[in-house]
């Protein structure tokens, strides 16, 4: 995809890196020291920083990708010992689980690049994004209950993307599975060569940014709530969504330059 806009650096944070390549938002988890472990400032800096690029309307795709030898490792334990009461500790835990509240709230298609490991609330990251890219040798697992804990808020998102008893064994064994065998079980889109996973999550987020981003945005939005829906009430709300794109400049445009045999191009879509 070619682009008019410049690759330029965001916001500033703390735990997590971001820039901005053409219509291509980047989000690099930045505690290589920790495997970029979720700290409540990791967990705050990533859930701002999506938010961030989401309200940013020349932003048409997010990659999520860690810094240094992994994606991350989880939730950073040294943490646990800062809470005493239940109160404290659901405060605590729903701040680490903010991001995956809003990755499917938000309008935004996000790609995560994993390798090394996502583990624990790394590989419910993984699963939380809408699309999913690892690196060849990328071992990912739901590994809470080797230190007597249990991955219930990854869980939410895993129960989405694989079957039950897939999901399941992931939680209840705390194993870790490779790349090859996520992407069988339908955690990952692709499976790229070691090396090569922001690249190839890079490419999904520029095929994406090149289409209607009205249309992206609105389908994505839609699609979350009828998964949620039961049938008749799934299909009631496409109609309705559907009929909405239809009266937009996006619709209007692009049906029109498609019938004539040229289709718009990334820059030529006028985004209403």
């Not at 682009?3 to 690099?28: F, L």
């Not at 800096?45 to 020349?58: C, H, I, N, S």
């Not at 496409?238 to 040229?262: K, M, R, V, Y």
Request: hydrophobic share 45%.
């Amino acid at each position: 995809m070619t682009s008019n806009v410049d690759s330029t650096d965001t916001e500033t944070y703390d735990a997590v890196k971001t820039s901005r390549d053409g219509h291509i938002g980047r989000i690099t988890l930045d505690r290589p020291a920790a495997m970029n472990t979720f700290s409540t400032g990791l967990a705050t800096d990533l859930d701002a920083a999506l938010r961030a690029f989401d309200g940013d309307d020349a932003v048409r795709a997010i990659v999520v990708d860690g810094a240094g030898d992994a994606f991350s490792a989880g939730i950073d334990l040294s943490e646990h010992a800062s809470a005493e009461s239940e109160d404290e500790y659901e405060e605590w835990v729903a701040r680490m689980e903010e991001p995956f509240l809003t990755l499917a709230e938000m309008s935004t298609p996000v790609i995560a690049a994993a390798h090394g490991h996502a583990a624990a609330n790394g590989i419910g990251l993984v699963a939380a994004c809408d699309l999913a890219v690892a690196a060849e040798g990328t071992q990912l697992g739901a590994t809470a209950p080797k230190v007597g804990l249990f991955c219930m808020g990854p869980a939410v998102p895993l129960m989405g993307t694989m079957t039950r008893k897939r999901v399941l064994e992931l939680l209840l064994t705390g194993s870790l599975i490779d790349a090859e065998t996520a992407h069988e079980w339908g955690l990952l889109n692709r499976v790229a060569d070691e090396g090569d996973h922001v690249a190839a999550a890079m490419e999904l987020a520029e095929t994406i940014a090149e289409k209607s981003p009205v249309a992206v945005q609105r389908g994505k939005e839609a699609f979350y709530e009828m998964v949620e829906m039961e049938y008749p009430d799934a299909l009631a709300h496409s109609n309705e969504a559907f009929a909405g794109l239809c009266t937009t400049a996006d619709a209007n445009e692009g049906i029109a330059a498609f019938l004539d045999g040229d289709p718009l191009a990334a820059e030529e879509w006028p985004g209403e």
